[in-house]
């Protein structure tokens, strides 16, 4: 297991001082860089006692692994990896069980984007299959925006297994697919929901979409046959939430 993880971007390293600074071990700046957002972080990250060294660039670069750093950088603790257990315990503690499930995403971009719109809808968590998904990279928690810090991500071993389960507390499992005769806006998606959005390639596996209480589809107007998983994400996520709040 991880011990330490990179974590960059400024709304990614906001999110970690704000929800979990004691993660934080060592911060690098973008030396030369006069920018209001960073000393803000930076002043924070020595209010904690965090280590805060300038660095060029290209040092950034390597220690992000990308350019996509915004003159920030964090090196921190690994977060600890929720699963079936945690997951038990946010059950027993939420009235209204709002979940996404996302069945095999592979690409840090959708899970990062994924993340980003289950906090902006309240989702109260997000379940994944251990194995043949993307966990929470560094990129996954730049593109989540700080919403990596906000959703906790429950890694299963067998999905169905999880499902069947959330079916037993109560949960309905809406599944997604192009195909599904019942249209998002003719579902009713109040009460104890998951949502689960298949892979980019394949979308649900066979075993996942039959675990589904029922499957729904969004409509498509042109030539295209399916969305991007985290658009789609999206679309189902604020359907449900306009539903729950009339
Ligand atoms: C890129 S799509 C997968 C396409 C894949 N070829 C398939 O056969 O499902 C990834 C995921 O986004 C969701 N999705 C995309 N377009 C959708 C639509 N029109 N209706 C329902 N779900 C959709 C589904 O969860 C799907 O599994």
């Not at 027993?92 to 980003?116: K, M, S, W, Y």
């Not at 991500?153 to 997604?176: C, E, P």
């Not at 394949?202 to 209480?213: A, W, Y």
Request: net charge negative; glycine share 8%; hydrophobic share 45%.
């Amino acid at each position: 297991m991880k011990k330490q993880d990179i974590i960059f971007g400024i709304h990614a390293v906001e999110a970690l001082l704000k929800h979990s600074p004691e993660r934080i071990i060592e911060l690098w700046l973008l030396q030369g860089r006069d920018d209001e957002r960073l000393t803000a972080l930076a002043n924070e990250a020595k209010s904690f006692g965090t280590t805060i060294q300038l660095a060029s660039r290209k040092v950034l670069d390597d220690k992000a692994e990308s350019s996509q750093h915004q003159g920030i950088v964090a090196r921190v603790k690994a977060a600890k990896v929720l699963n079936e257990q945690d997951l038990d315990v946010l059950l027993a503690n939420t009235e209204q069980p709002f979940l996404l499930i996302l069945d095999g995403v592979t690409d840090p971009h959708n899970l990062g984007a994924c993340l980003r719109n289950a906090d902006a809808a309240g989702v109260q968590g997000i379940i994944v299959p251990k194995d043949n998904s993307v966990g929470l990279t560094a990129t996954v928690s730049k593109v989540a925006c700080g919403a990596a810090e906000t959703v906790p991500l429950f890694q299963v071993t067998n999905l169905a297994r999880t499902m069947r389960h959330l079916q037993d507390k109560g949960v309905w499992i809406v599944g997604t697919a192009g195909e599904a005769d019942c249209e998002l806006y003719q579902a009713d998606l109040k009460g104890p929901l998951a949502i689960a959005m298949g892979a980019e390639d394949k979308g649900l596996r066979r075993l996942s979409r039959e675990s589904c209480d029922s499957l729904i589809s969004i409509p498509m107007a042109g030539s295209v046959s399916s969305l991007n998983v985290s658009v789609a994400t999206g679309v189902c996520l604020f359907e449900a939430v306009r539903q729950r709040r009339s």
